[in-house]
């Protein structure tokens, strides 16, 4: 716990409603204390300073408060920094840490070295030896700040490793039992997932969260907080008769018999559709009780050969279908489609049948992040989203100067009227730069995007490179050539993070490319947030350089359109930039908007996630203790006379062991559907709010109702549990050792996967819904 | 339902709120008896003493005993909620404020500080007509010590202080309270007053102007229209809907099956506030305007007349109606329900289930406006023909219902997930683990 003090002037500056704290006094305080013992520890030998590592490490074991442990531990990690790397952290790097350690967020610009500020606090809080996680922005990143860091942190005892996709289920243990381990976020939630279905302790692959340092903070627990984390597994459900059903879809006529909505995310029957699928199917009515079955299969087979594309969404290989990630455009292997769309698609291309998906667990990222009991993150842009830190994470913000000043020069956005005009006004400006050799860095918003650029410069002779976030390793290596003079690169927003870009290969270029100007970052457009704005804008300028940034953006934008705000901006024709202040104050103005509804879309999220991750805790505790074989027996409580006659017969033992089988079994599967319950209810509560209205007439806001139903879905499931735990024991052969789970079929899905959940095939329900009732229920500003 | 209050205290956040909404309300209450400056306040008591029995009409039930104190919260939360209804018109009429309310969280703050904005105008305004009418003995001799302008100035600035505390009051609760803060005060203002007319019922017995056998029916009447309240309110016309979009674990439990809920009473009090608003208007005038042929209308046209009531019911019928129309349109619900791949079993969607929607709405929709002109209507009656000394029924114990009722079911989803502690209660070590 952070000291009282600090506590107090805390909660001060918050109370006052502002919870980013400018006074570091408290830090220099403590840095000027650290500094007097850096002369003392320049003269101990290696082995002495591991010497003291090991004895903090020891005091930490026996109870010590780390707060007490702080200035010698940091002093020490400085030390042998300076000699294993050859970099003395600098006065900043250490106050950063100091404030990582007090669980802060820390602003601090890109290129201050907030690797090497985070080791401090990763190293001291691993003393105790519950481990501590820093989440990396990609997988290349973990790696590289594991191995580039690791020396400090075995010569002052402690054991580093790194989780990456594709590693086993033992590299991932030895990993997680590293006293400090580097991954991604995603990665390392996913673990968290599939150690859901771990079948006995030795299967588990993590331990218990203890503190997490968040890299690129902003970007994971705001702009990505609400991307589901998700593992799915194989099911043999499936709905009946696809084949036959998708021949006779694949009759019926588009925009006669069938269409689709604007997003081309939904599809449905017209009359004329409905009427001759009855006629051919020889039905009088699809839509009776009876046919649901029916109606549900046809509707697959439409949703699989209208809004599915072959070699976009999906590809057939090996008389397979197998599924194309959105995020990364690459073939996922092992996944299927679920909800009964893998089998429709099979028919629709006709191929050999697989097992269908379903749903095993999943969990945000907001509230994976959440399950850390102490937290902390960088970022170079952390102020404009200080207010919603605090409020979700309960993380404060402080501002750590830069070692050397910013002199980066912001230009004022062009505008112009058709995104033709601002592509060849584009190129007209990266000529105009390159043409002096002073490096440009351009910053696209999607991978189609970087791709018409590159062409685009290409037929004007200007060679470029790109950076799409398909191989990090080498971008990496890319990006950090973009400051060499004469260098273009095109890079979307996720590419190339967290890599320095210094300016110029050797000195001399330096002072040139210092002379002209620094690195040129031009943005093609504004985004959802001026804070992401600023995160490309803080790609040059590092460290006291020169710098220049700008964002071009066309009236054509998607920022523009999407929020149907080009009625809101004056008309204007022609292919020079616009001069209107008014149109700059709009597209100014349509930002803010937008960062208003992500943030209460996102409020509004939590809101509704917040039931379903207790009901999810709740069940991963209960497992976490049948694992750990401290539960008491279903058995016991609901059929006294079987219990007393099974353990007279195979011992009290042989029945834990075989209930716990049967428990850990049942769990898995009464999870999934009540995910899937749950899924149904959350489709149907926007209909509540449409009958529902207070005694003022108002529309209900359906989160109540949506409580009530989860909840009592969840205490049907639990019940339905527990008579099922009873019945597979009085249907199984127990004997003293337990039960055969491979005899009693109580093995899991024959093959697991995990992915993100970005539009999956019926979209993310809530925000659809949102966006379409918020309206009605939130326009009456007098009643919620 | 006890045990499930006792549990309000288990849980720790709830406490909090719980005990802030009442000290909230508390606040309001003690506002409720301070007094404006410049008035007479016994003057003021005796005038309402000498009108006890009669019908004081909305604004006092909105100003929740305030208004006979001459606090400065008189005006109580009414300009508000006109200002917010005046604002909800305004935003289908004018553009600029459509395009506001289309403007996600940016655009709606600004309409809520219209809203407020409004609210201070309307304030101002009924300050001084108030503040005019007392000086002109509107509510008997002597109640203002000095009239003038001063008088009217200082009426106007405190009454909208008032007002504009209540609101500042009522967001309080609702942020860091349990329910609707403006909602809420309302309640308290209406049921605050109850107490002492019960108890001025019982005296009436003791002091023996009345008899017990009166007494009994008016008890057994007000439970009954009650309980009728709160049935009527919590009814649903459930209409069973079916998704036919997914095969997922197809096994489902009981209480997950979908419905379209549909209320019997969609409006709400909105017809009968609407109803009264207009009926308002010609006694109004009629005091203002010193003509014989106005002052019979008027006189007609008072609460509690024939003429009065078979208008009310009229206009609440025909606004109940209205509303419904307005703010319900089954071709939206059945258009929804088709992008949501949702159905009604044995209907086609698109118009057929229209249609069927729009059918049942219509029934629904008479049956809750008979019931609302009911329960409008009984104070009239309790009043005038059985001599009840209070006013009972209408649209204040409709709020005070329905504010109940939500409130309630906000308390209950706060307390939802407390009933599984036997299979999950975990022992002690595995609690939150991760």
Partial sequence: MPSLRTRFERWLSRARGVPVTYDLKPYERQLAKINAREAALTTQSDEQLHALAASLRQRARDGEALDRLTEEGFALVRETARRALKMRPYDVQMIAGLALHDGQVIEMETGEGKTLAAVAPAWLNALTGDGVHVLTFNDYLARRDAQWMGPVYEILGLHVGFVQEGMRLRERQAAYRADIVYGTAKEIGFDYLRDQLAASVDELRQRPFHFAIVDEADSLLIDEARIPLVLAGSTAERPPEPARLAATVAELRPAIDYETDEHARNVFMTDIGLERLEQRLGIASLHDEANRDLLTTINLALHARVLLHRDIDYIVRDDRVELVDEFTGRVAENRRWPDGLQAALEAKENVGRQEDGRILGSITLQHFIRLYPKLAGMTGTAVPAAEELAQFYELGVVIVPPNKPCIRRDEGDLVFATQAAKEKALVEAIRRIHAADQPVLVGTRTVSESERLAEALHLANIECRVLNAKNDELEAQIIAQAGHAGAVTISTNMAGRGTDIRLGADDFERRRIVQLGGLYVIGTNRHESRRIDDQLRGRCGRQGDPGVSQFFVSLEDELIIKYGLRELLPKTEGASAIDNPRTMREIARAQRIIEGENLSIRKTLTKYTAIVEEQRRMIRDKRDAVLHDEFDLVTATHDAEFYRELVERVGERGVRLAERAVTLHHLVHAWSDHLATVADIREGIHLYSIGQTNIYGVPKDPLNEYQIRVSEAFGAMVRKLEEDIVQTMRAATITPEGLDAQREKLTGPSSTWTYLVNDMPYGHGFERFFKGMKQRILNSPMFR | ?434
């Fill in chain 2, 1 to 434: 339902m006890v045990g499930a209050f006792s549990n309000i205290f288990k849980i720790p956040e709830l406490k909090r709120r719980v005990l802030m909404t009442f000290g909230l309300l508390a606040v309001y209450r003690i506002g409720c008896v301070v007094p404006t400056p410049g008035i007479n306040g016994a003057a003021l008591a005796d005038y309402f003493k000498g009108l006890q029995g009669t019908i004081f009409g909305m604004v006092s039930m909105f100003s929740g005993g305030a208004l006979e104190n001459g606090s400065i919260f008189a005006l109580g939360i009414m300009p508000y909620i006109s200002a917010s209804i005046i604002l909800q018109l305004l935003t289908v009429v004018i553009p600029y404020l459509e395009r506001l309310s289309k403007e996600g969280e940016v655009g709606r703050r600004k309409i809520t500080q219209y809203t407020r904005y409004g609210t201070v105008v309307l304030s101002l305004f009924q300050g001084f007509m108030i503040a005019y009418g007392l000086e002109r003995g509107m509510m008997g001799p002597g109640v203002v010590t000095h009239p003038g302008m001063a008088f009217k100035l200082m009426t106007m600035i405190t009454l909208t202080a008032g007002t504009a505390f209540i609101m500042w009051l009522g967001e309080q609760i609702s942020e860091y309270g349990i329910g609707n803060g403006i909602s809420l005060i309302i309640f308290a203002g209406i049921i605050a007053r109850m107490p002492a007319a019960i108890v001025q019922l019982f005296m009436d017995v003791w002091e023996a102007e009345r008899r017990v056998l009166e007494i009994v029916p008016i008890i057994v009447l007000m439970v009954v229209v009650v309980g009728l309240i709160i049935y009527v309110e919590r009814a649903q016309r459930k209409i069973p809907i079916q998704h036919a979009k997914r095969v997922v674990g197809r096994k489902i439990y009981g209480g997950a099956s979908t419905y379209l809920p549909l209320r019997i009473n969609t409006a709400g009090v909105i017809p009968p506030i609407f109803a009264s608003s207009i009926l308002m208007f010609p006694t109004t005038i009629a005091q203002f305007f010193e003509h014989p042929w106005l002052q019979a209308i008027g006189d007609q046209l008072a609460p509690g007349r024939l003429l009065y009531n078979l208008i009310y019911v009229a206009l609440i019928i025909f606004f109940c109606y209205f509303y419904t129309a307005v703010t319900f349109n089954p071709v939206d619900v059945a258009d929804n329900l088709k992008r949501s791949g949702a159905y009604i079993p044995g209907r086609r969607p698109g118009k057929p289930t229209a249609d069927y929607i729009d059918r049942i709405l219509t029934r629904i929709t008479f049956g809750g406006a008979i019931y609302v002109a009911a329960i409008c209507v009984l104070p009239t009656i309790l009043i005038s023909k059985f001599n009840v000394p209070f006013y009972f029924g209408g649209t204040s114990l409709l709020i005070v219902v329905g504010v109940a009722l939500d409130t309630i079911q906000q308390l209950e989803s706060h307390m939802l997930t407390r009933h599984y502690e036997g299979f999950l209660g975990s022992k002690g070590k595995f609690k939150g683990r991760r």
